[in-house]
């Protein structure tokens, strides 16, 4: 299953709209530095707006994205996350453990990205 | 009331199983939020049974005392659980992760019993109630 990476400014934006296995999701991570390093994006948005379940291995997988993205200069922002599993999330003991910046939608989560990339300063939660 | 089992080998198999555990939920009547957490304790059982046990099953019935409710049994034949005071702790993986499978998965359920021998396998049993 190939999932886009589309490059919008100086961002990649990816959006997953299946389910991934394991194995799909490590791909899916290779692809993305790849792009980060062909495109010299300076920041990643990964959108993930229509998974319904997002367990241990899919949270460890997008926090190591997000840290792997971030070493290669593209800061990283998770958005779209539903109630439903930021809930479950926090239970199942993960907050702690996860340093994701994260935005409620696509659209803060692009702001919080160019606000940050102009600033040239962490991002922050307003 | 309904019962089946799936047979959990591979990736695939964990993301088959907890679909079908989410649509036996929802039928049942489950919000949207215990949906998530029961797939999401299927989820984390069934990557256990792929990644420790080396394959095995998890039957999903619907069950009935006073109230309606899930139950998930997740089944192997691996290696067992040597110390299970540690893996019940949570933050604990023999092969790396978060190692929030066990702990994280009775955390999200009303119910959990497990059973393990070393050199035989784990079951684990998962309940939640309709409230």
Same mark, same amino acid.
Request: net charge positive; hydrophobic share 45%; aromatic share 4%.
């Given at each position: 299953?190939?999932?886009?990476?589309?490059?919008?400014?100086?961002?990649?934006?990816?959006?997953?709209?299946?389910?991934?296995? +394991?194995?799909?999701?490590?791909?899916?991570?290779? &692809? $993305?530095? #790849?792009?980060?390093?062909?495109? @010299? !994006? =300076?920041?990643? %948005?990964?959108?993930?707006?229509?998974?319904?379940?997002? +367990?241990?291995?899919?949270?460890?997988?997008?926090? &190591? $994205?997000? #840290?792997?993205?971030?070493?290669? @200069? !593209? =800061?990283?922002? %998770?958005?779209?996350?539903?109630?439903?599993?930021?809930?479950?999330?926090?239970?199942?003991?993960?907050?702690?453990?996860?340093?994701?910046?994260?935005?409620?939608?696509?659209?803060?989560?692009?702001?919080?990205?160019?606000?940050?990339?102009?600033?040239?300063?962490?991002?922050?939660?307003? | 009331?309904?019962?089946?089992?799936?047979?959990?080998?591979?990736?695939?198999?964990?993301?088959?199983?907890?679909?079908?555990?989410?649509?036996?939920?929802?039928?049942?009547?489950?919000?949207?939020?215990?949906?998530?957490?029961?797939?999401?304790?299927?989820?984390?059982?069934?990557?256990?049974?792929?990644?420790?046990?080396?394959?095995?099953?998890?039957?999903?019935?619907?069950?009935?005392?006073?109230?309606?409710?899930?139950?998930?049994?997740?089944?192997?034949?691996?290696?067992?659980?040597?110390?299970?005071?540690?893996?019940?702790?949570?933050?604990?993986?023999?092969?790396?992760?978060?190692?929030?499978?066990?702990?994280?998965?009775?955390?999200?359920?009303?119910?959990?019993?497990?059973?393990?021998?070393?050199?035989?396998?784990?079951?684990?049993?998962?309940?939640?109630?309709?409230?």
């Amino acid at each position: 299953m190939e999932i886009p990476i589309l490059k919008i400014e100086d961002f990649l934006i990816v959006s997953f709209q299946i389910e991934l296995s +394991d194995h799909e999701i490590d791909m899916l991570r290779e &692809s $993305i530095l #790849d792009k980060i390093k062909e495109t @010299g !994006a =300076r920041g990643l %948005v990964i959108d993930i707006t229509a998974l319904k379940t997002v +367990d241990s291995f899919m949270a460890r997988s997008l926090s &190591s $994205i997000a #840290d792997t993205a971030t070493l290669l @200069g !593209a =800061r990283t922002v %998770v958005v779209g996350m539903q109630p439903a599993v930021a809930l479950t999330l926090v239970e199942l003991g993960l907050r702690i453990k996860w340093k994701i910046i994260t935005a409620l939608n696509l659209e803060s989560g692009v702001n919080l990205l160019r606000k940050s990339l102009k600033s040239g300063k962490e991002m922050v939660h307003e | 009331m309904s019962e089946d089992t799936l047979s959990v080998r591979n990736e695939m198999d964990i993301i088959s199983v907890r679909g079908f555990g989410r649509n036996v939920a929802a039928q049942l009547g489950f919000g949207v939020v215990d949906q998530c957490r029961i797939t999401t304790a299927i989820s984390e059982l069934a990557r256990n049974i792929v990644v420790h046990g080396g394959g095995g099953s998890v039957t999903i019935k619907t069950i009935q005392n006073d109230k309606k409710g899930i139950e998930i049994i997740c089944k192997d034949k691996g290696p067992g659980i040597r110390d299970m005071e540690l893996a019940l702790k949570g933050g604990f993986s023999t092969v790396g992760g978060l190692g929030i499978g066990l702990s994280g998965a009775k955390r999200l359920m009303d119910e959990f019993q497990i059973t393990s021998f070393t050199g035989k396998g784990t079951t684990v049993m998962i309940r939640k109630w309709l409230k």
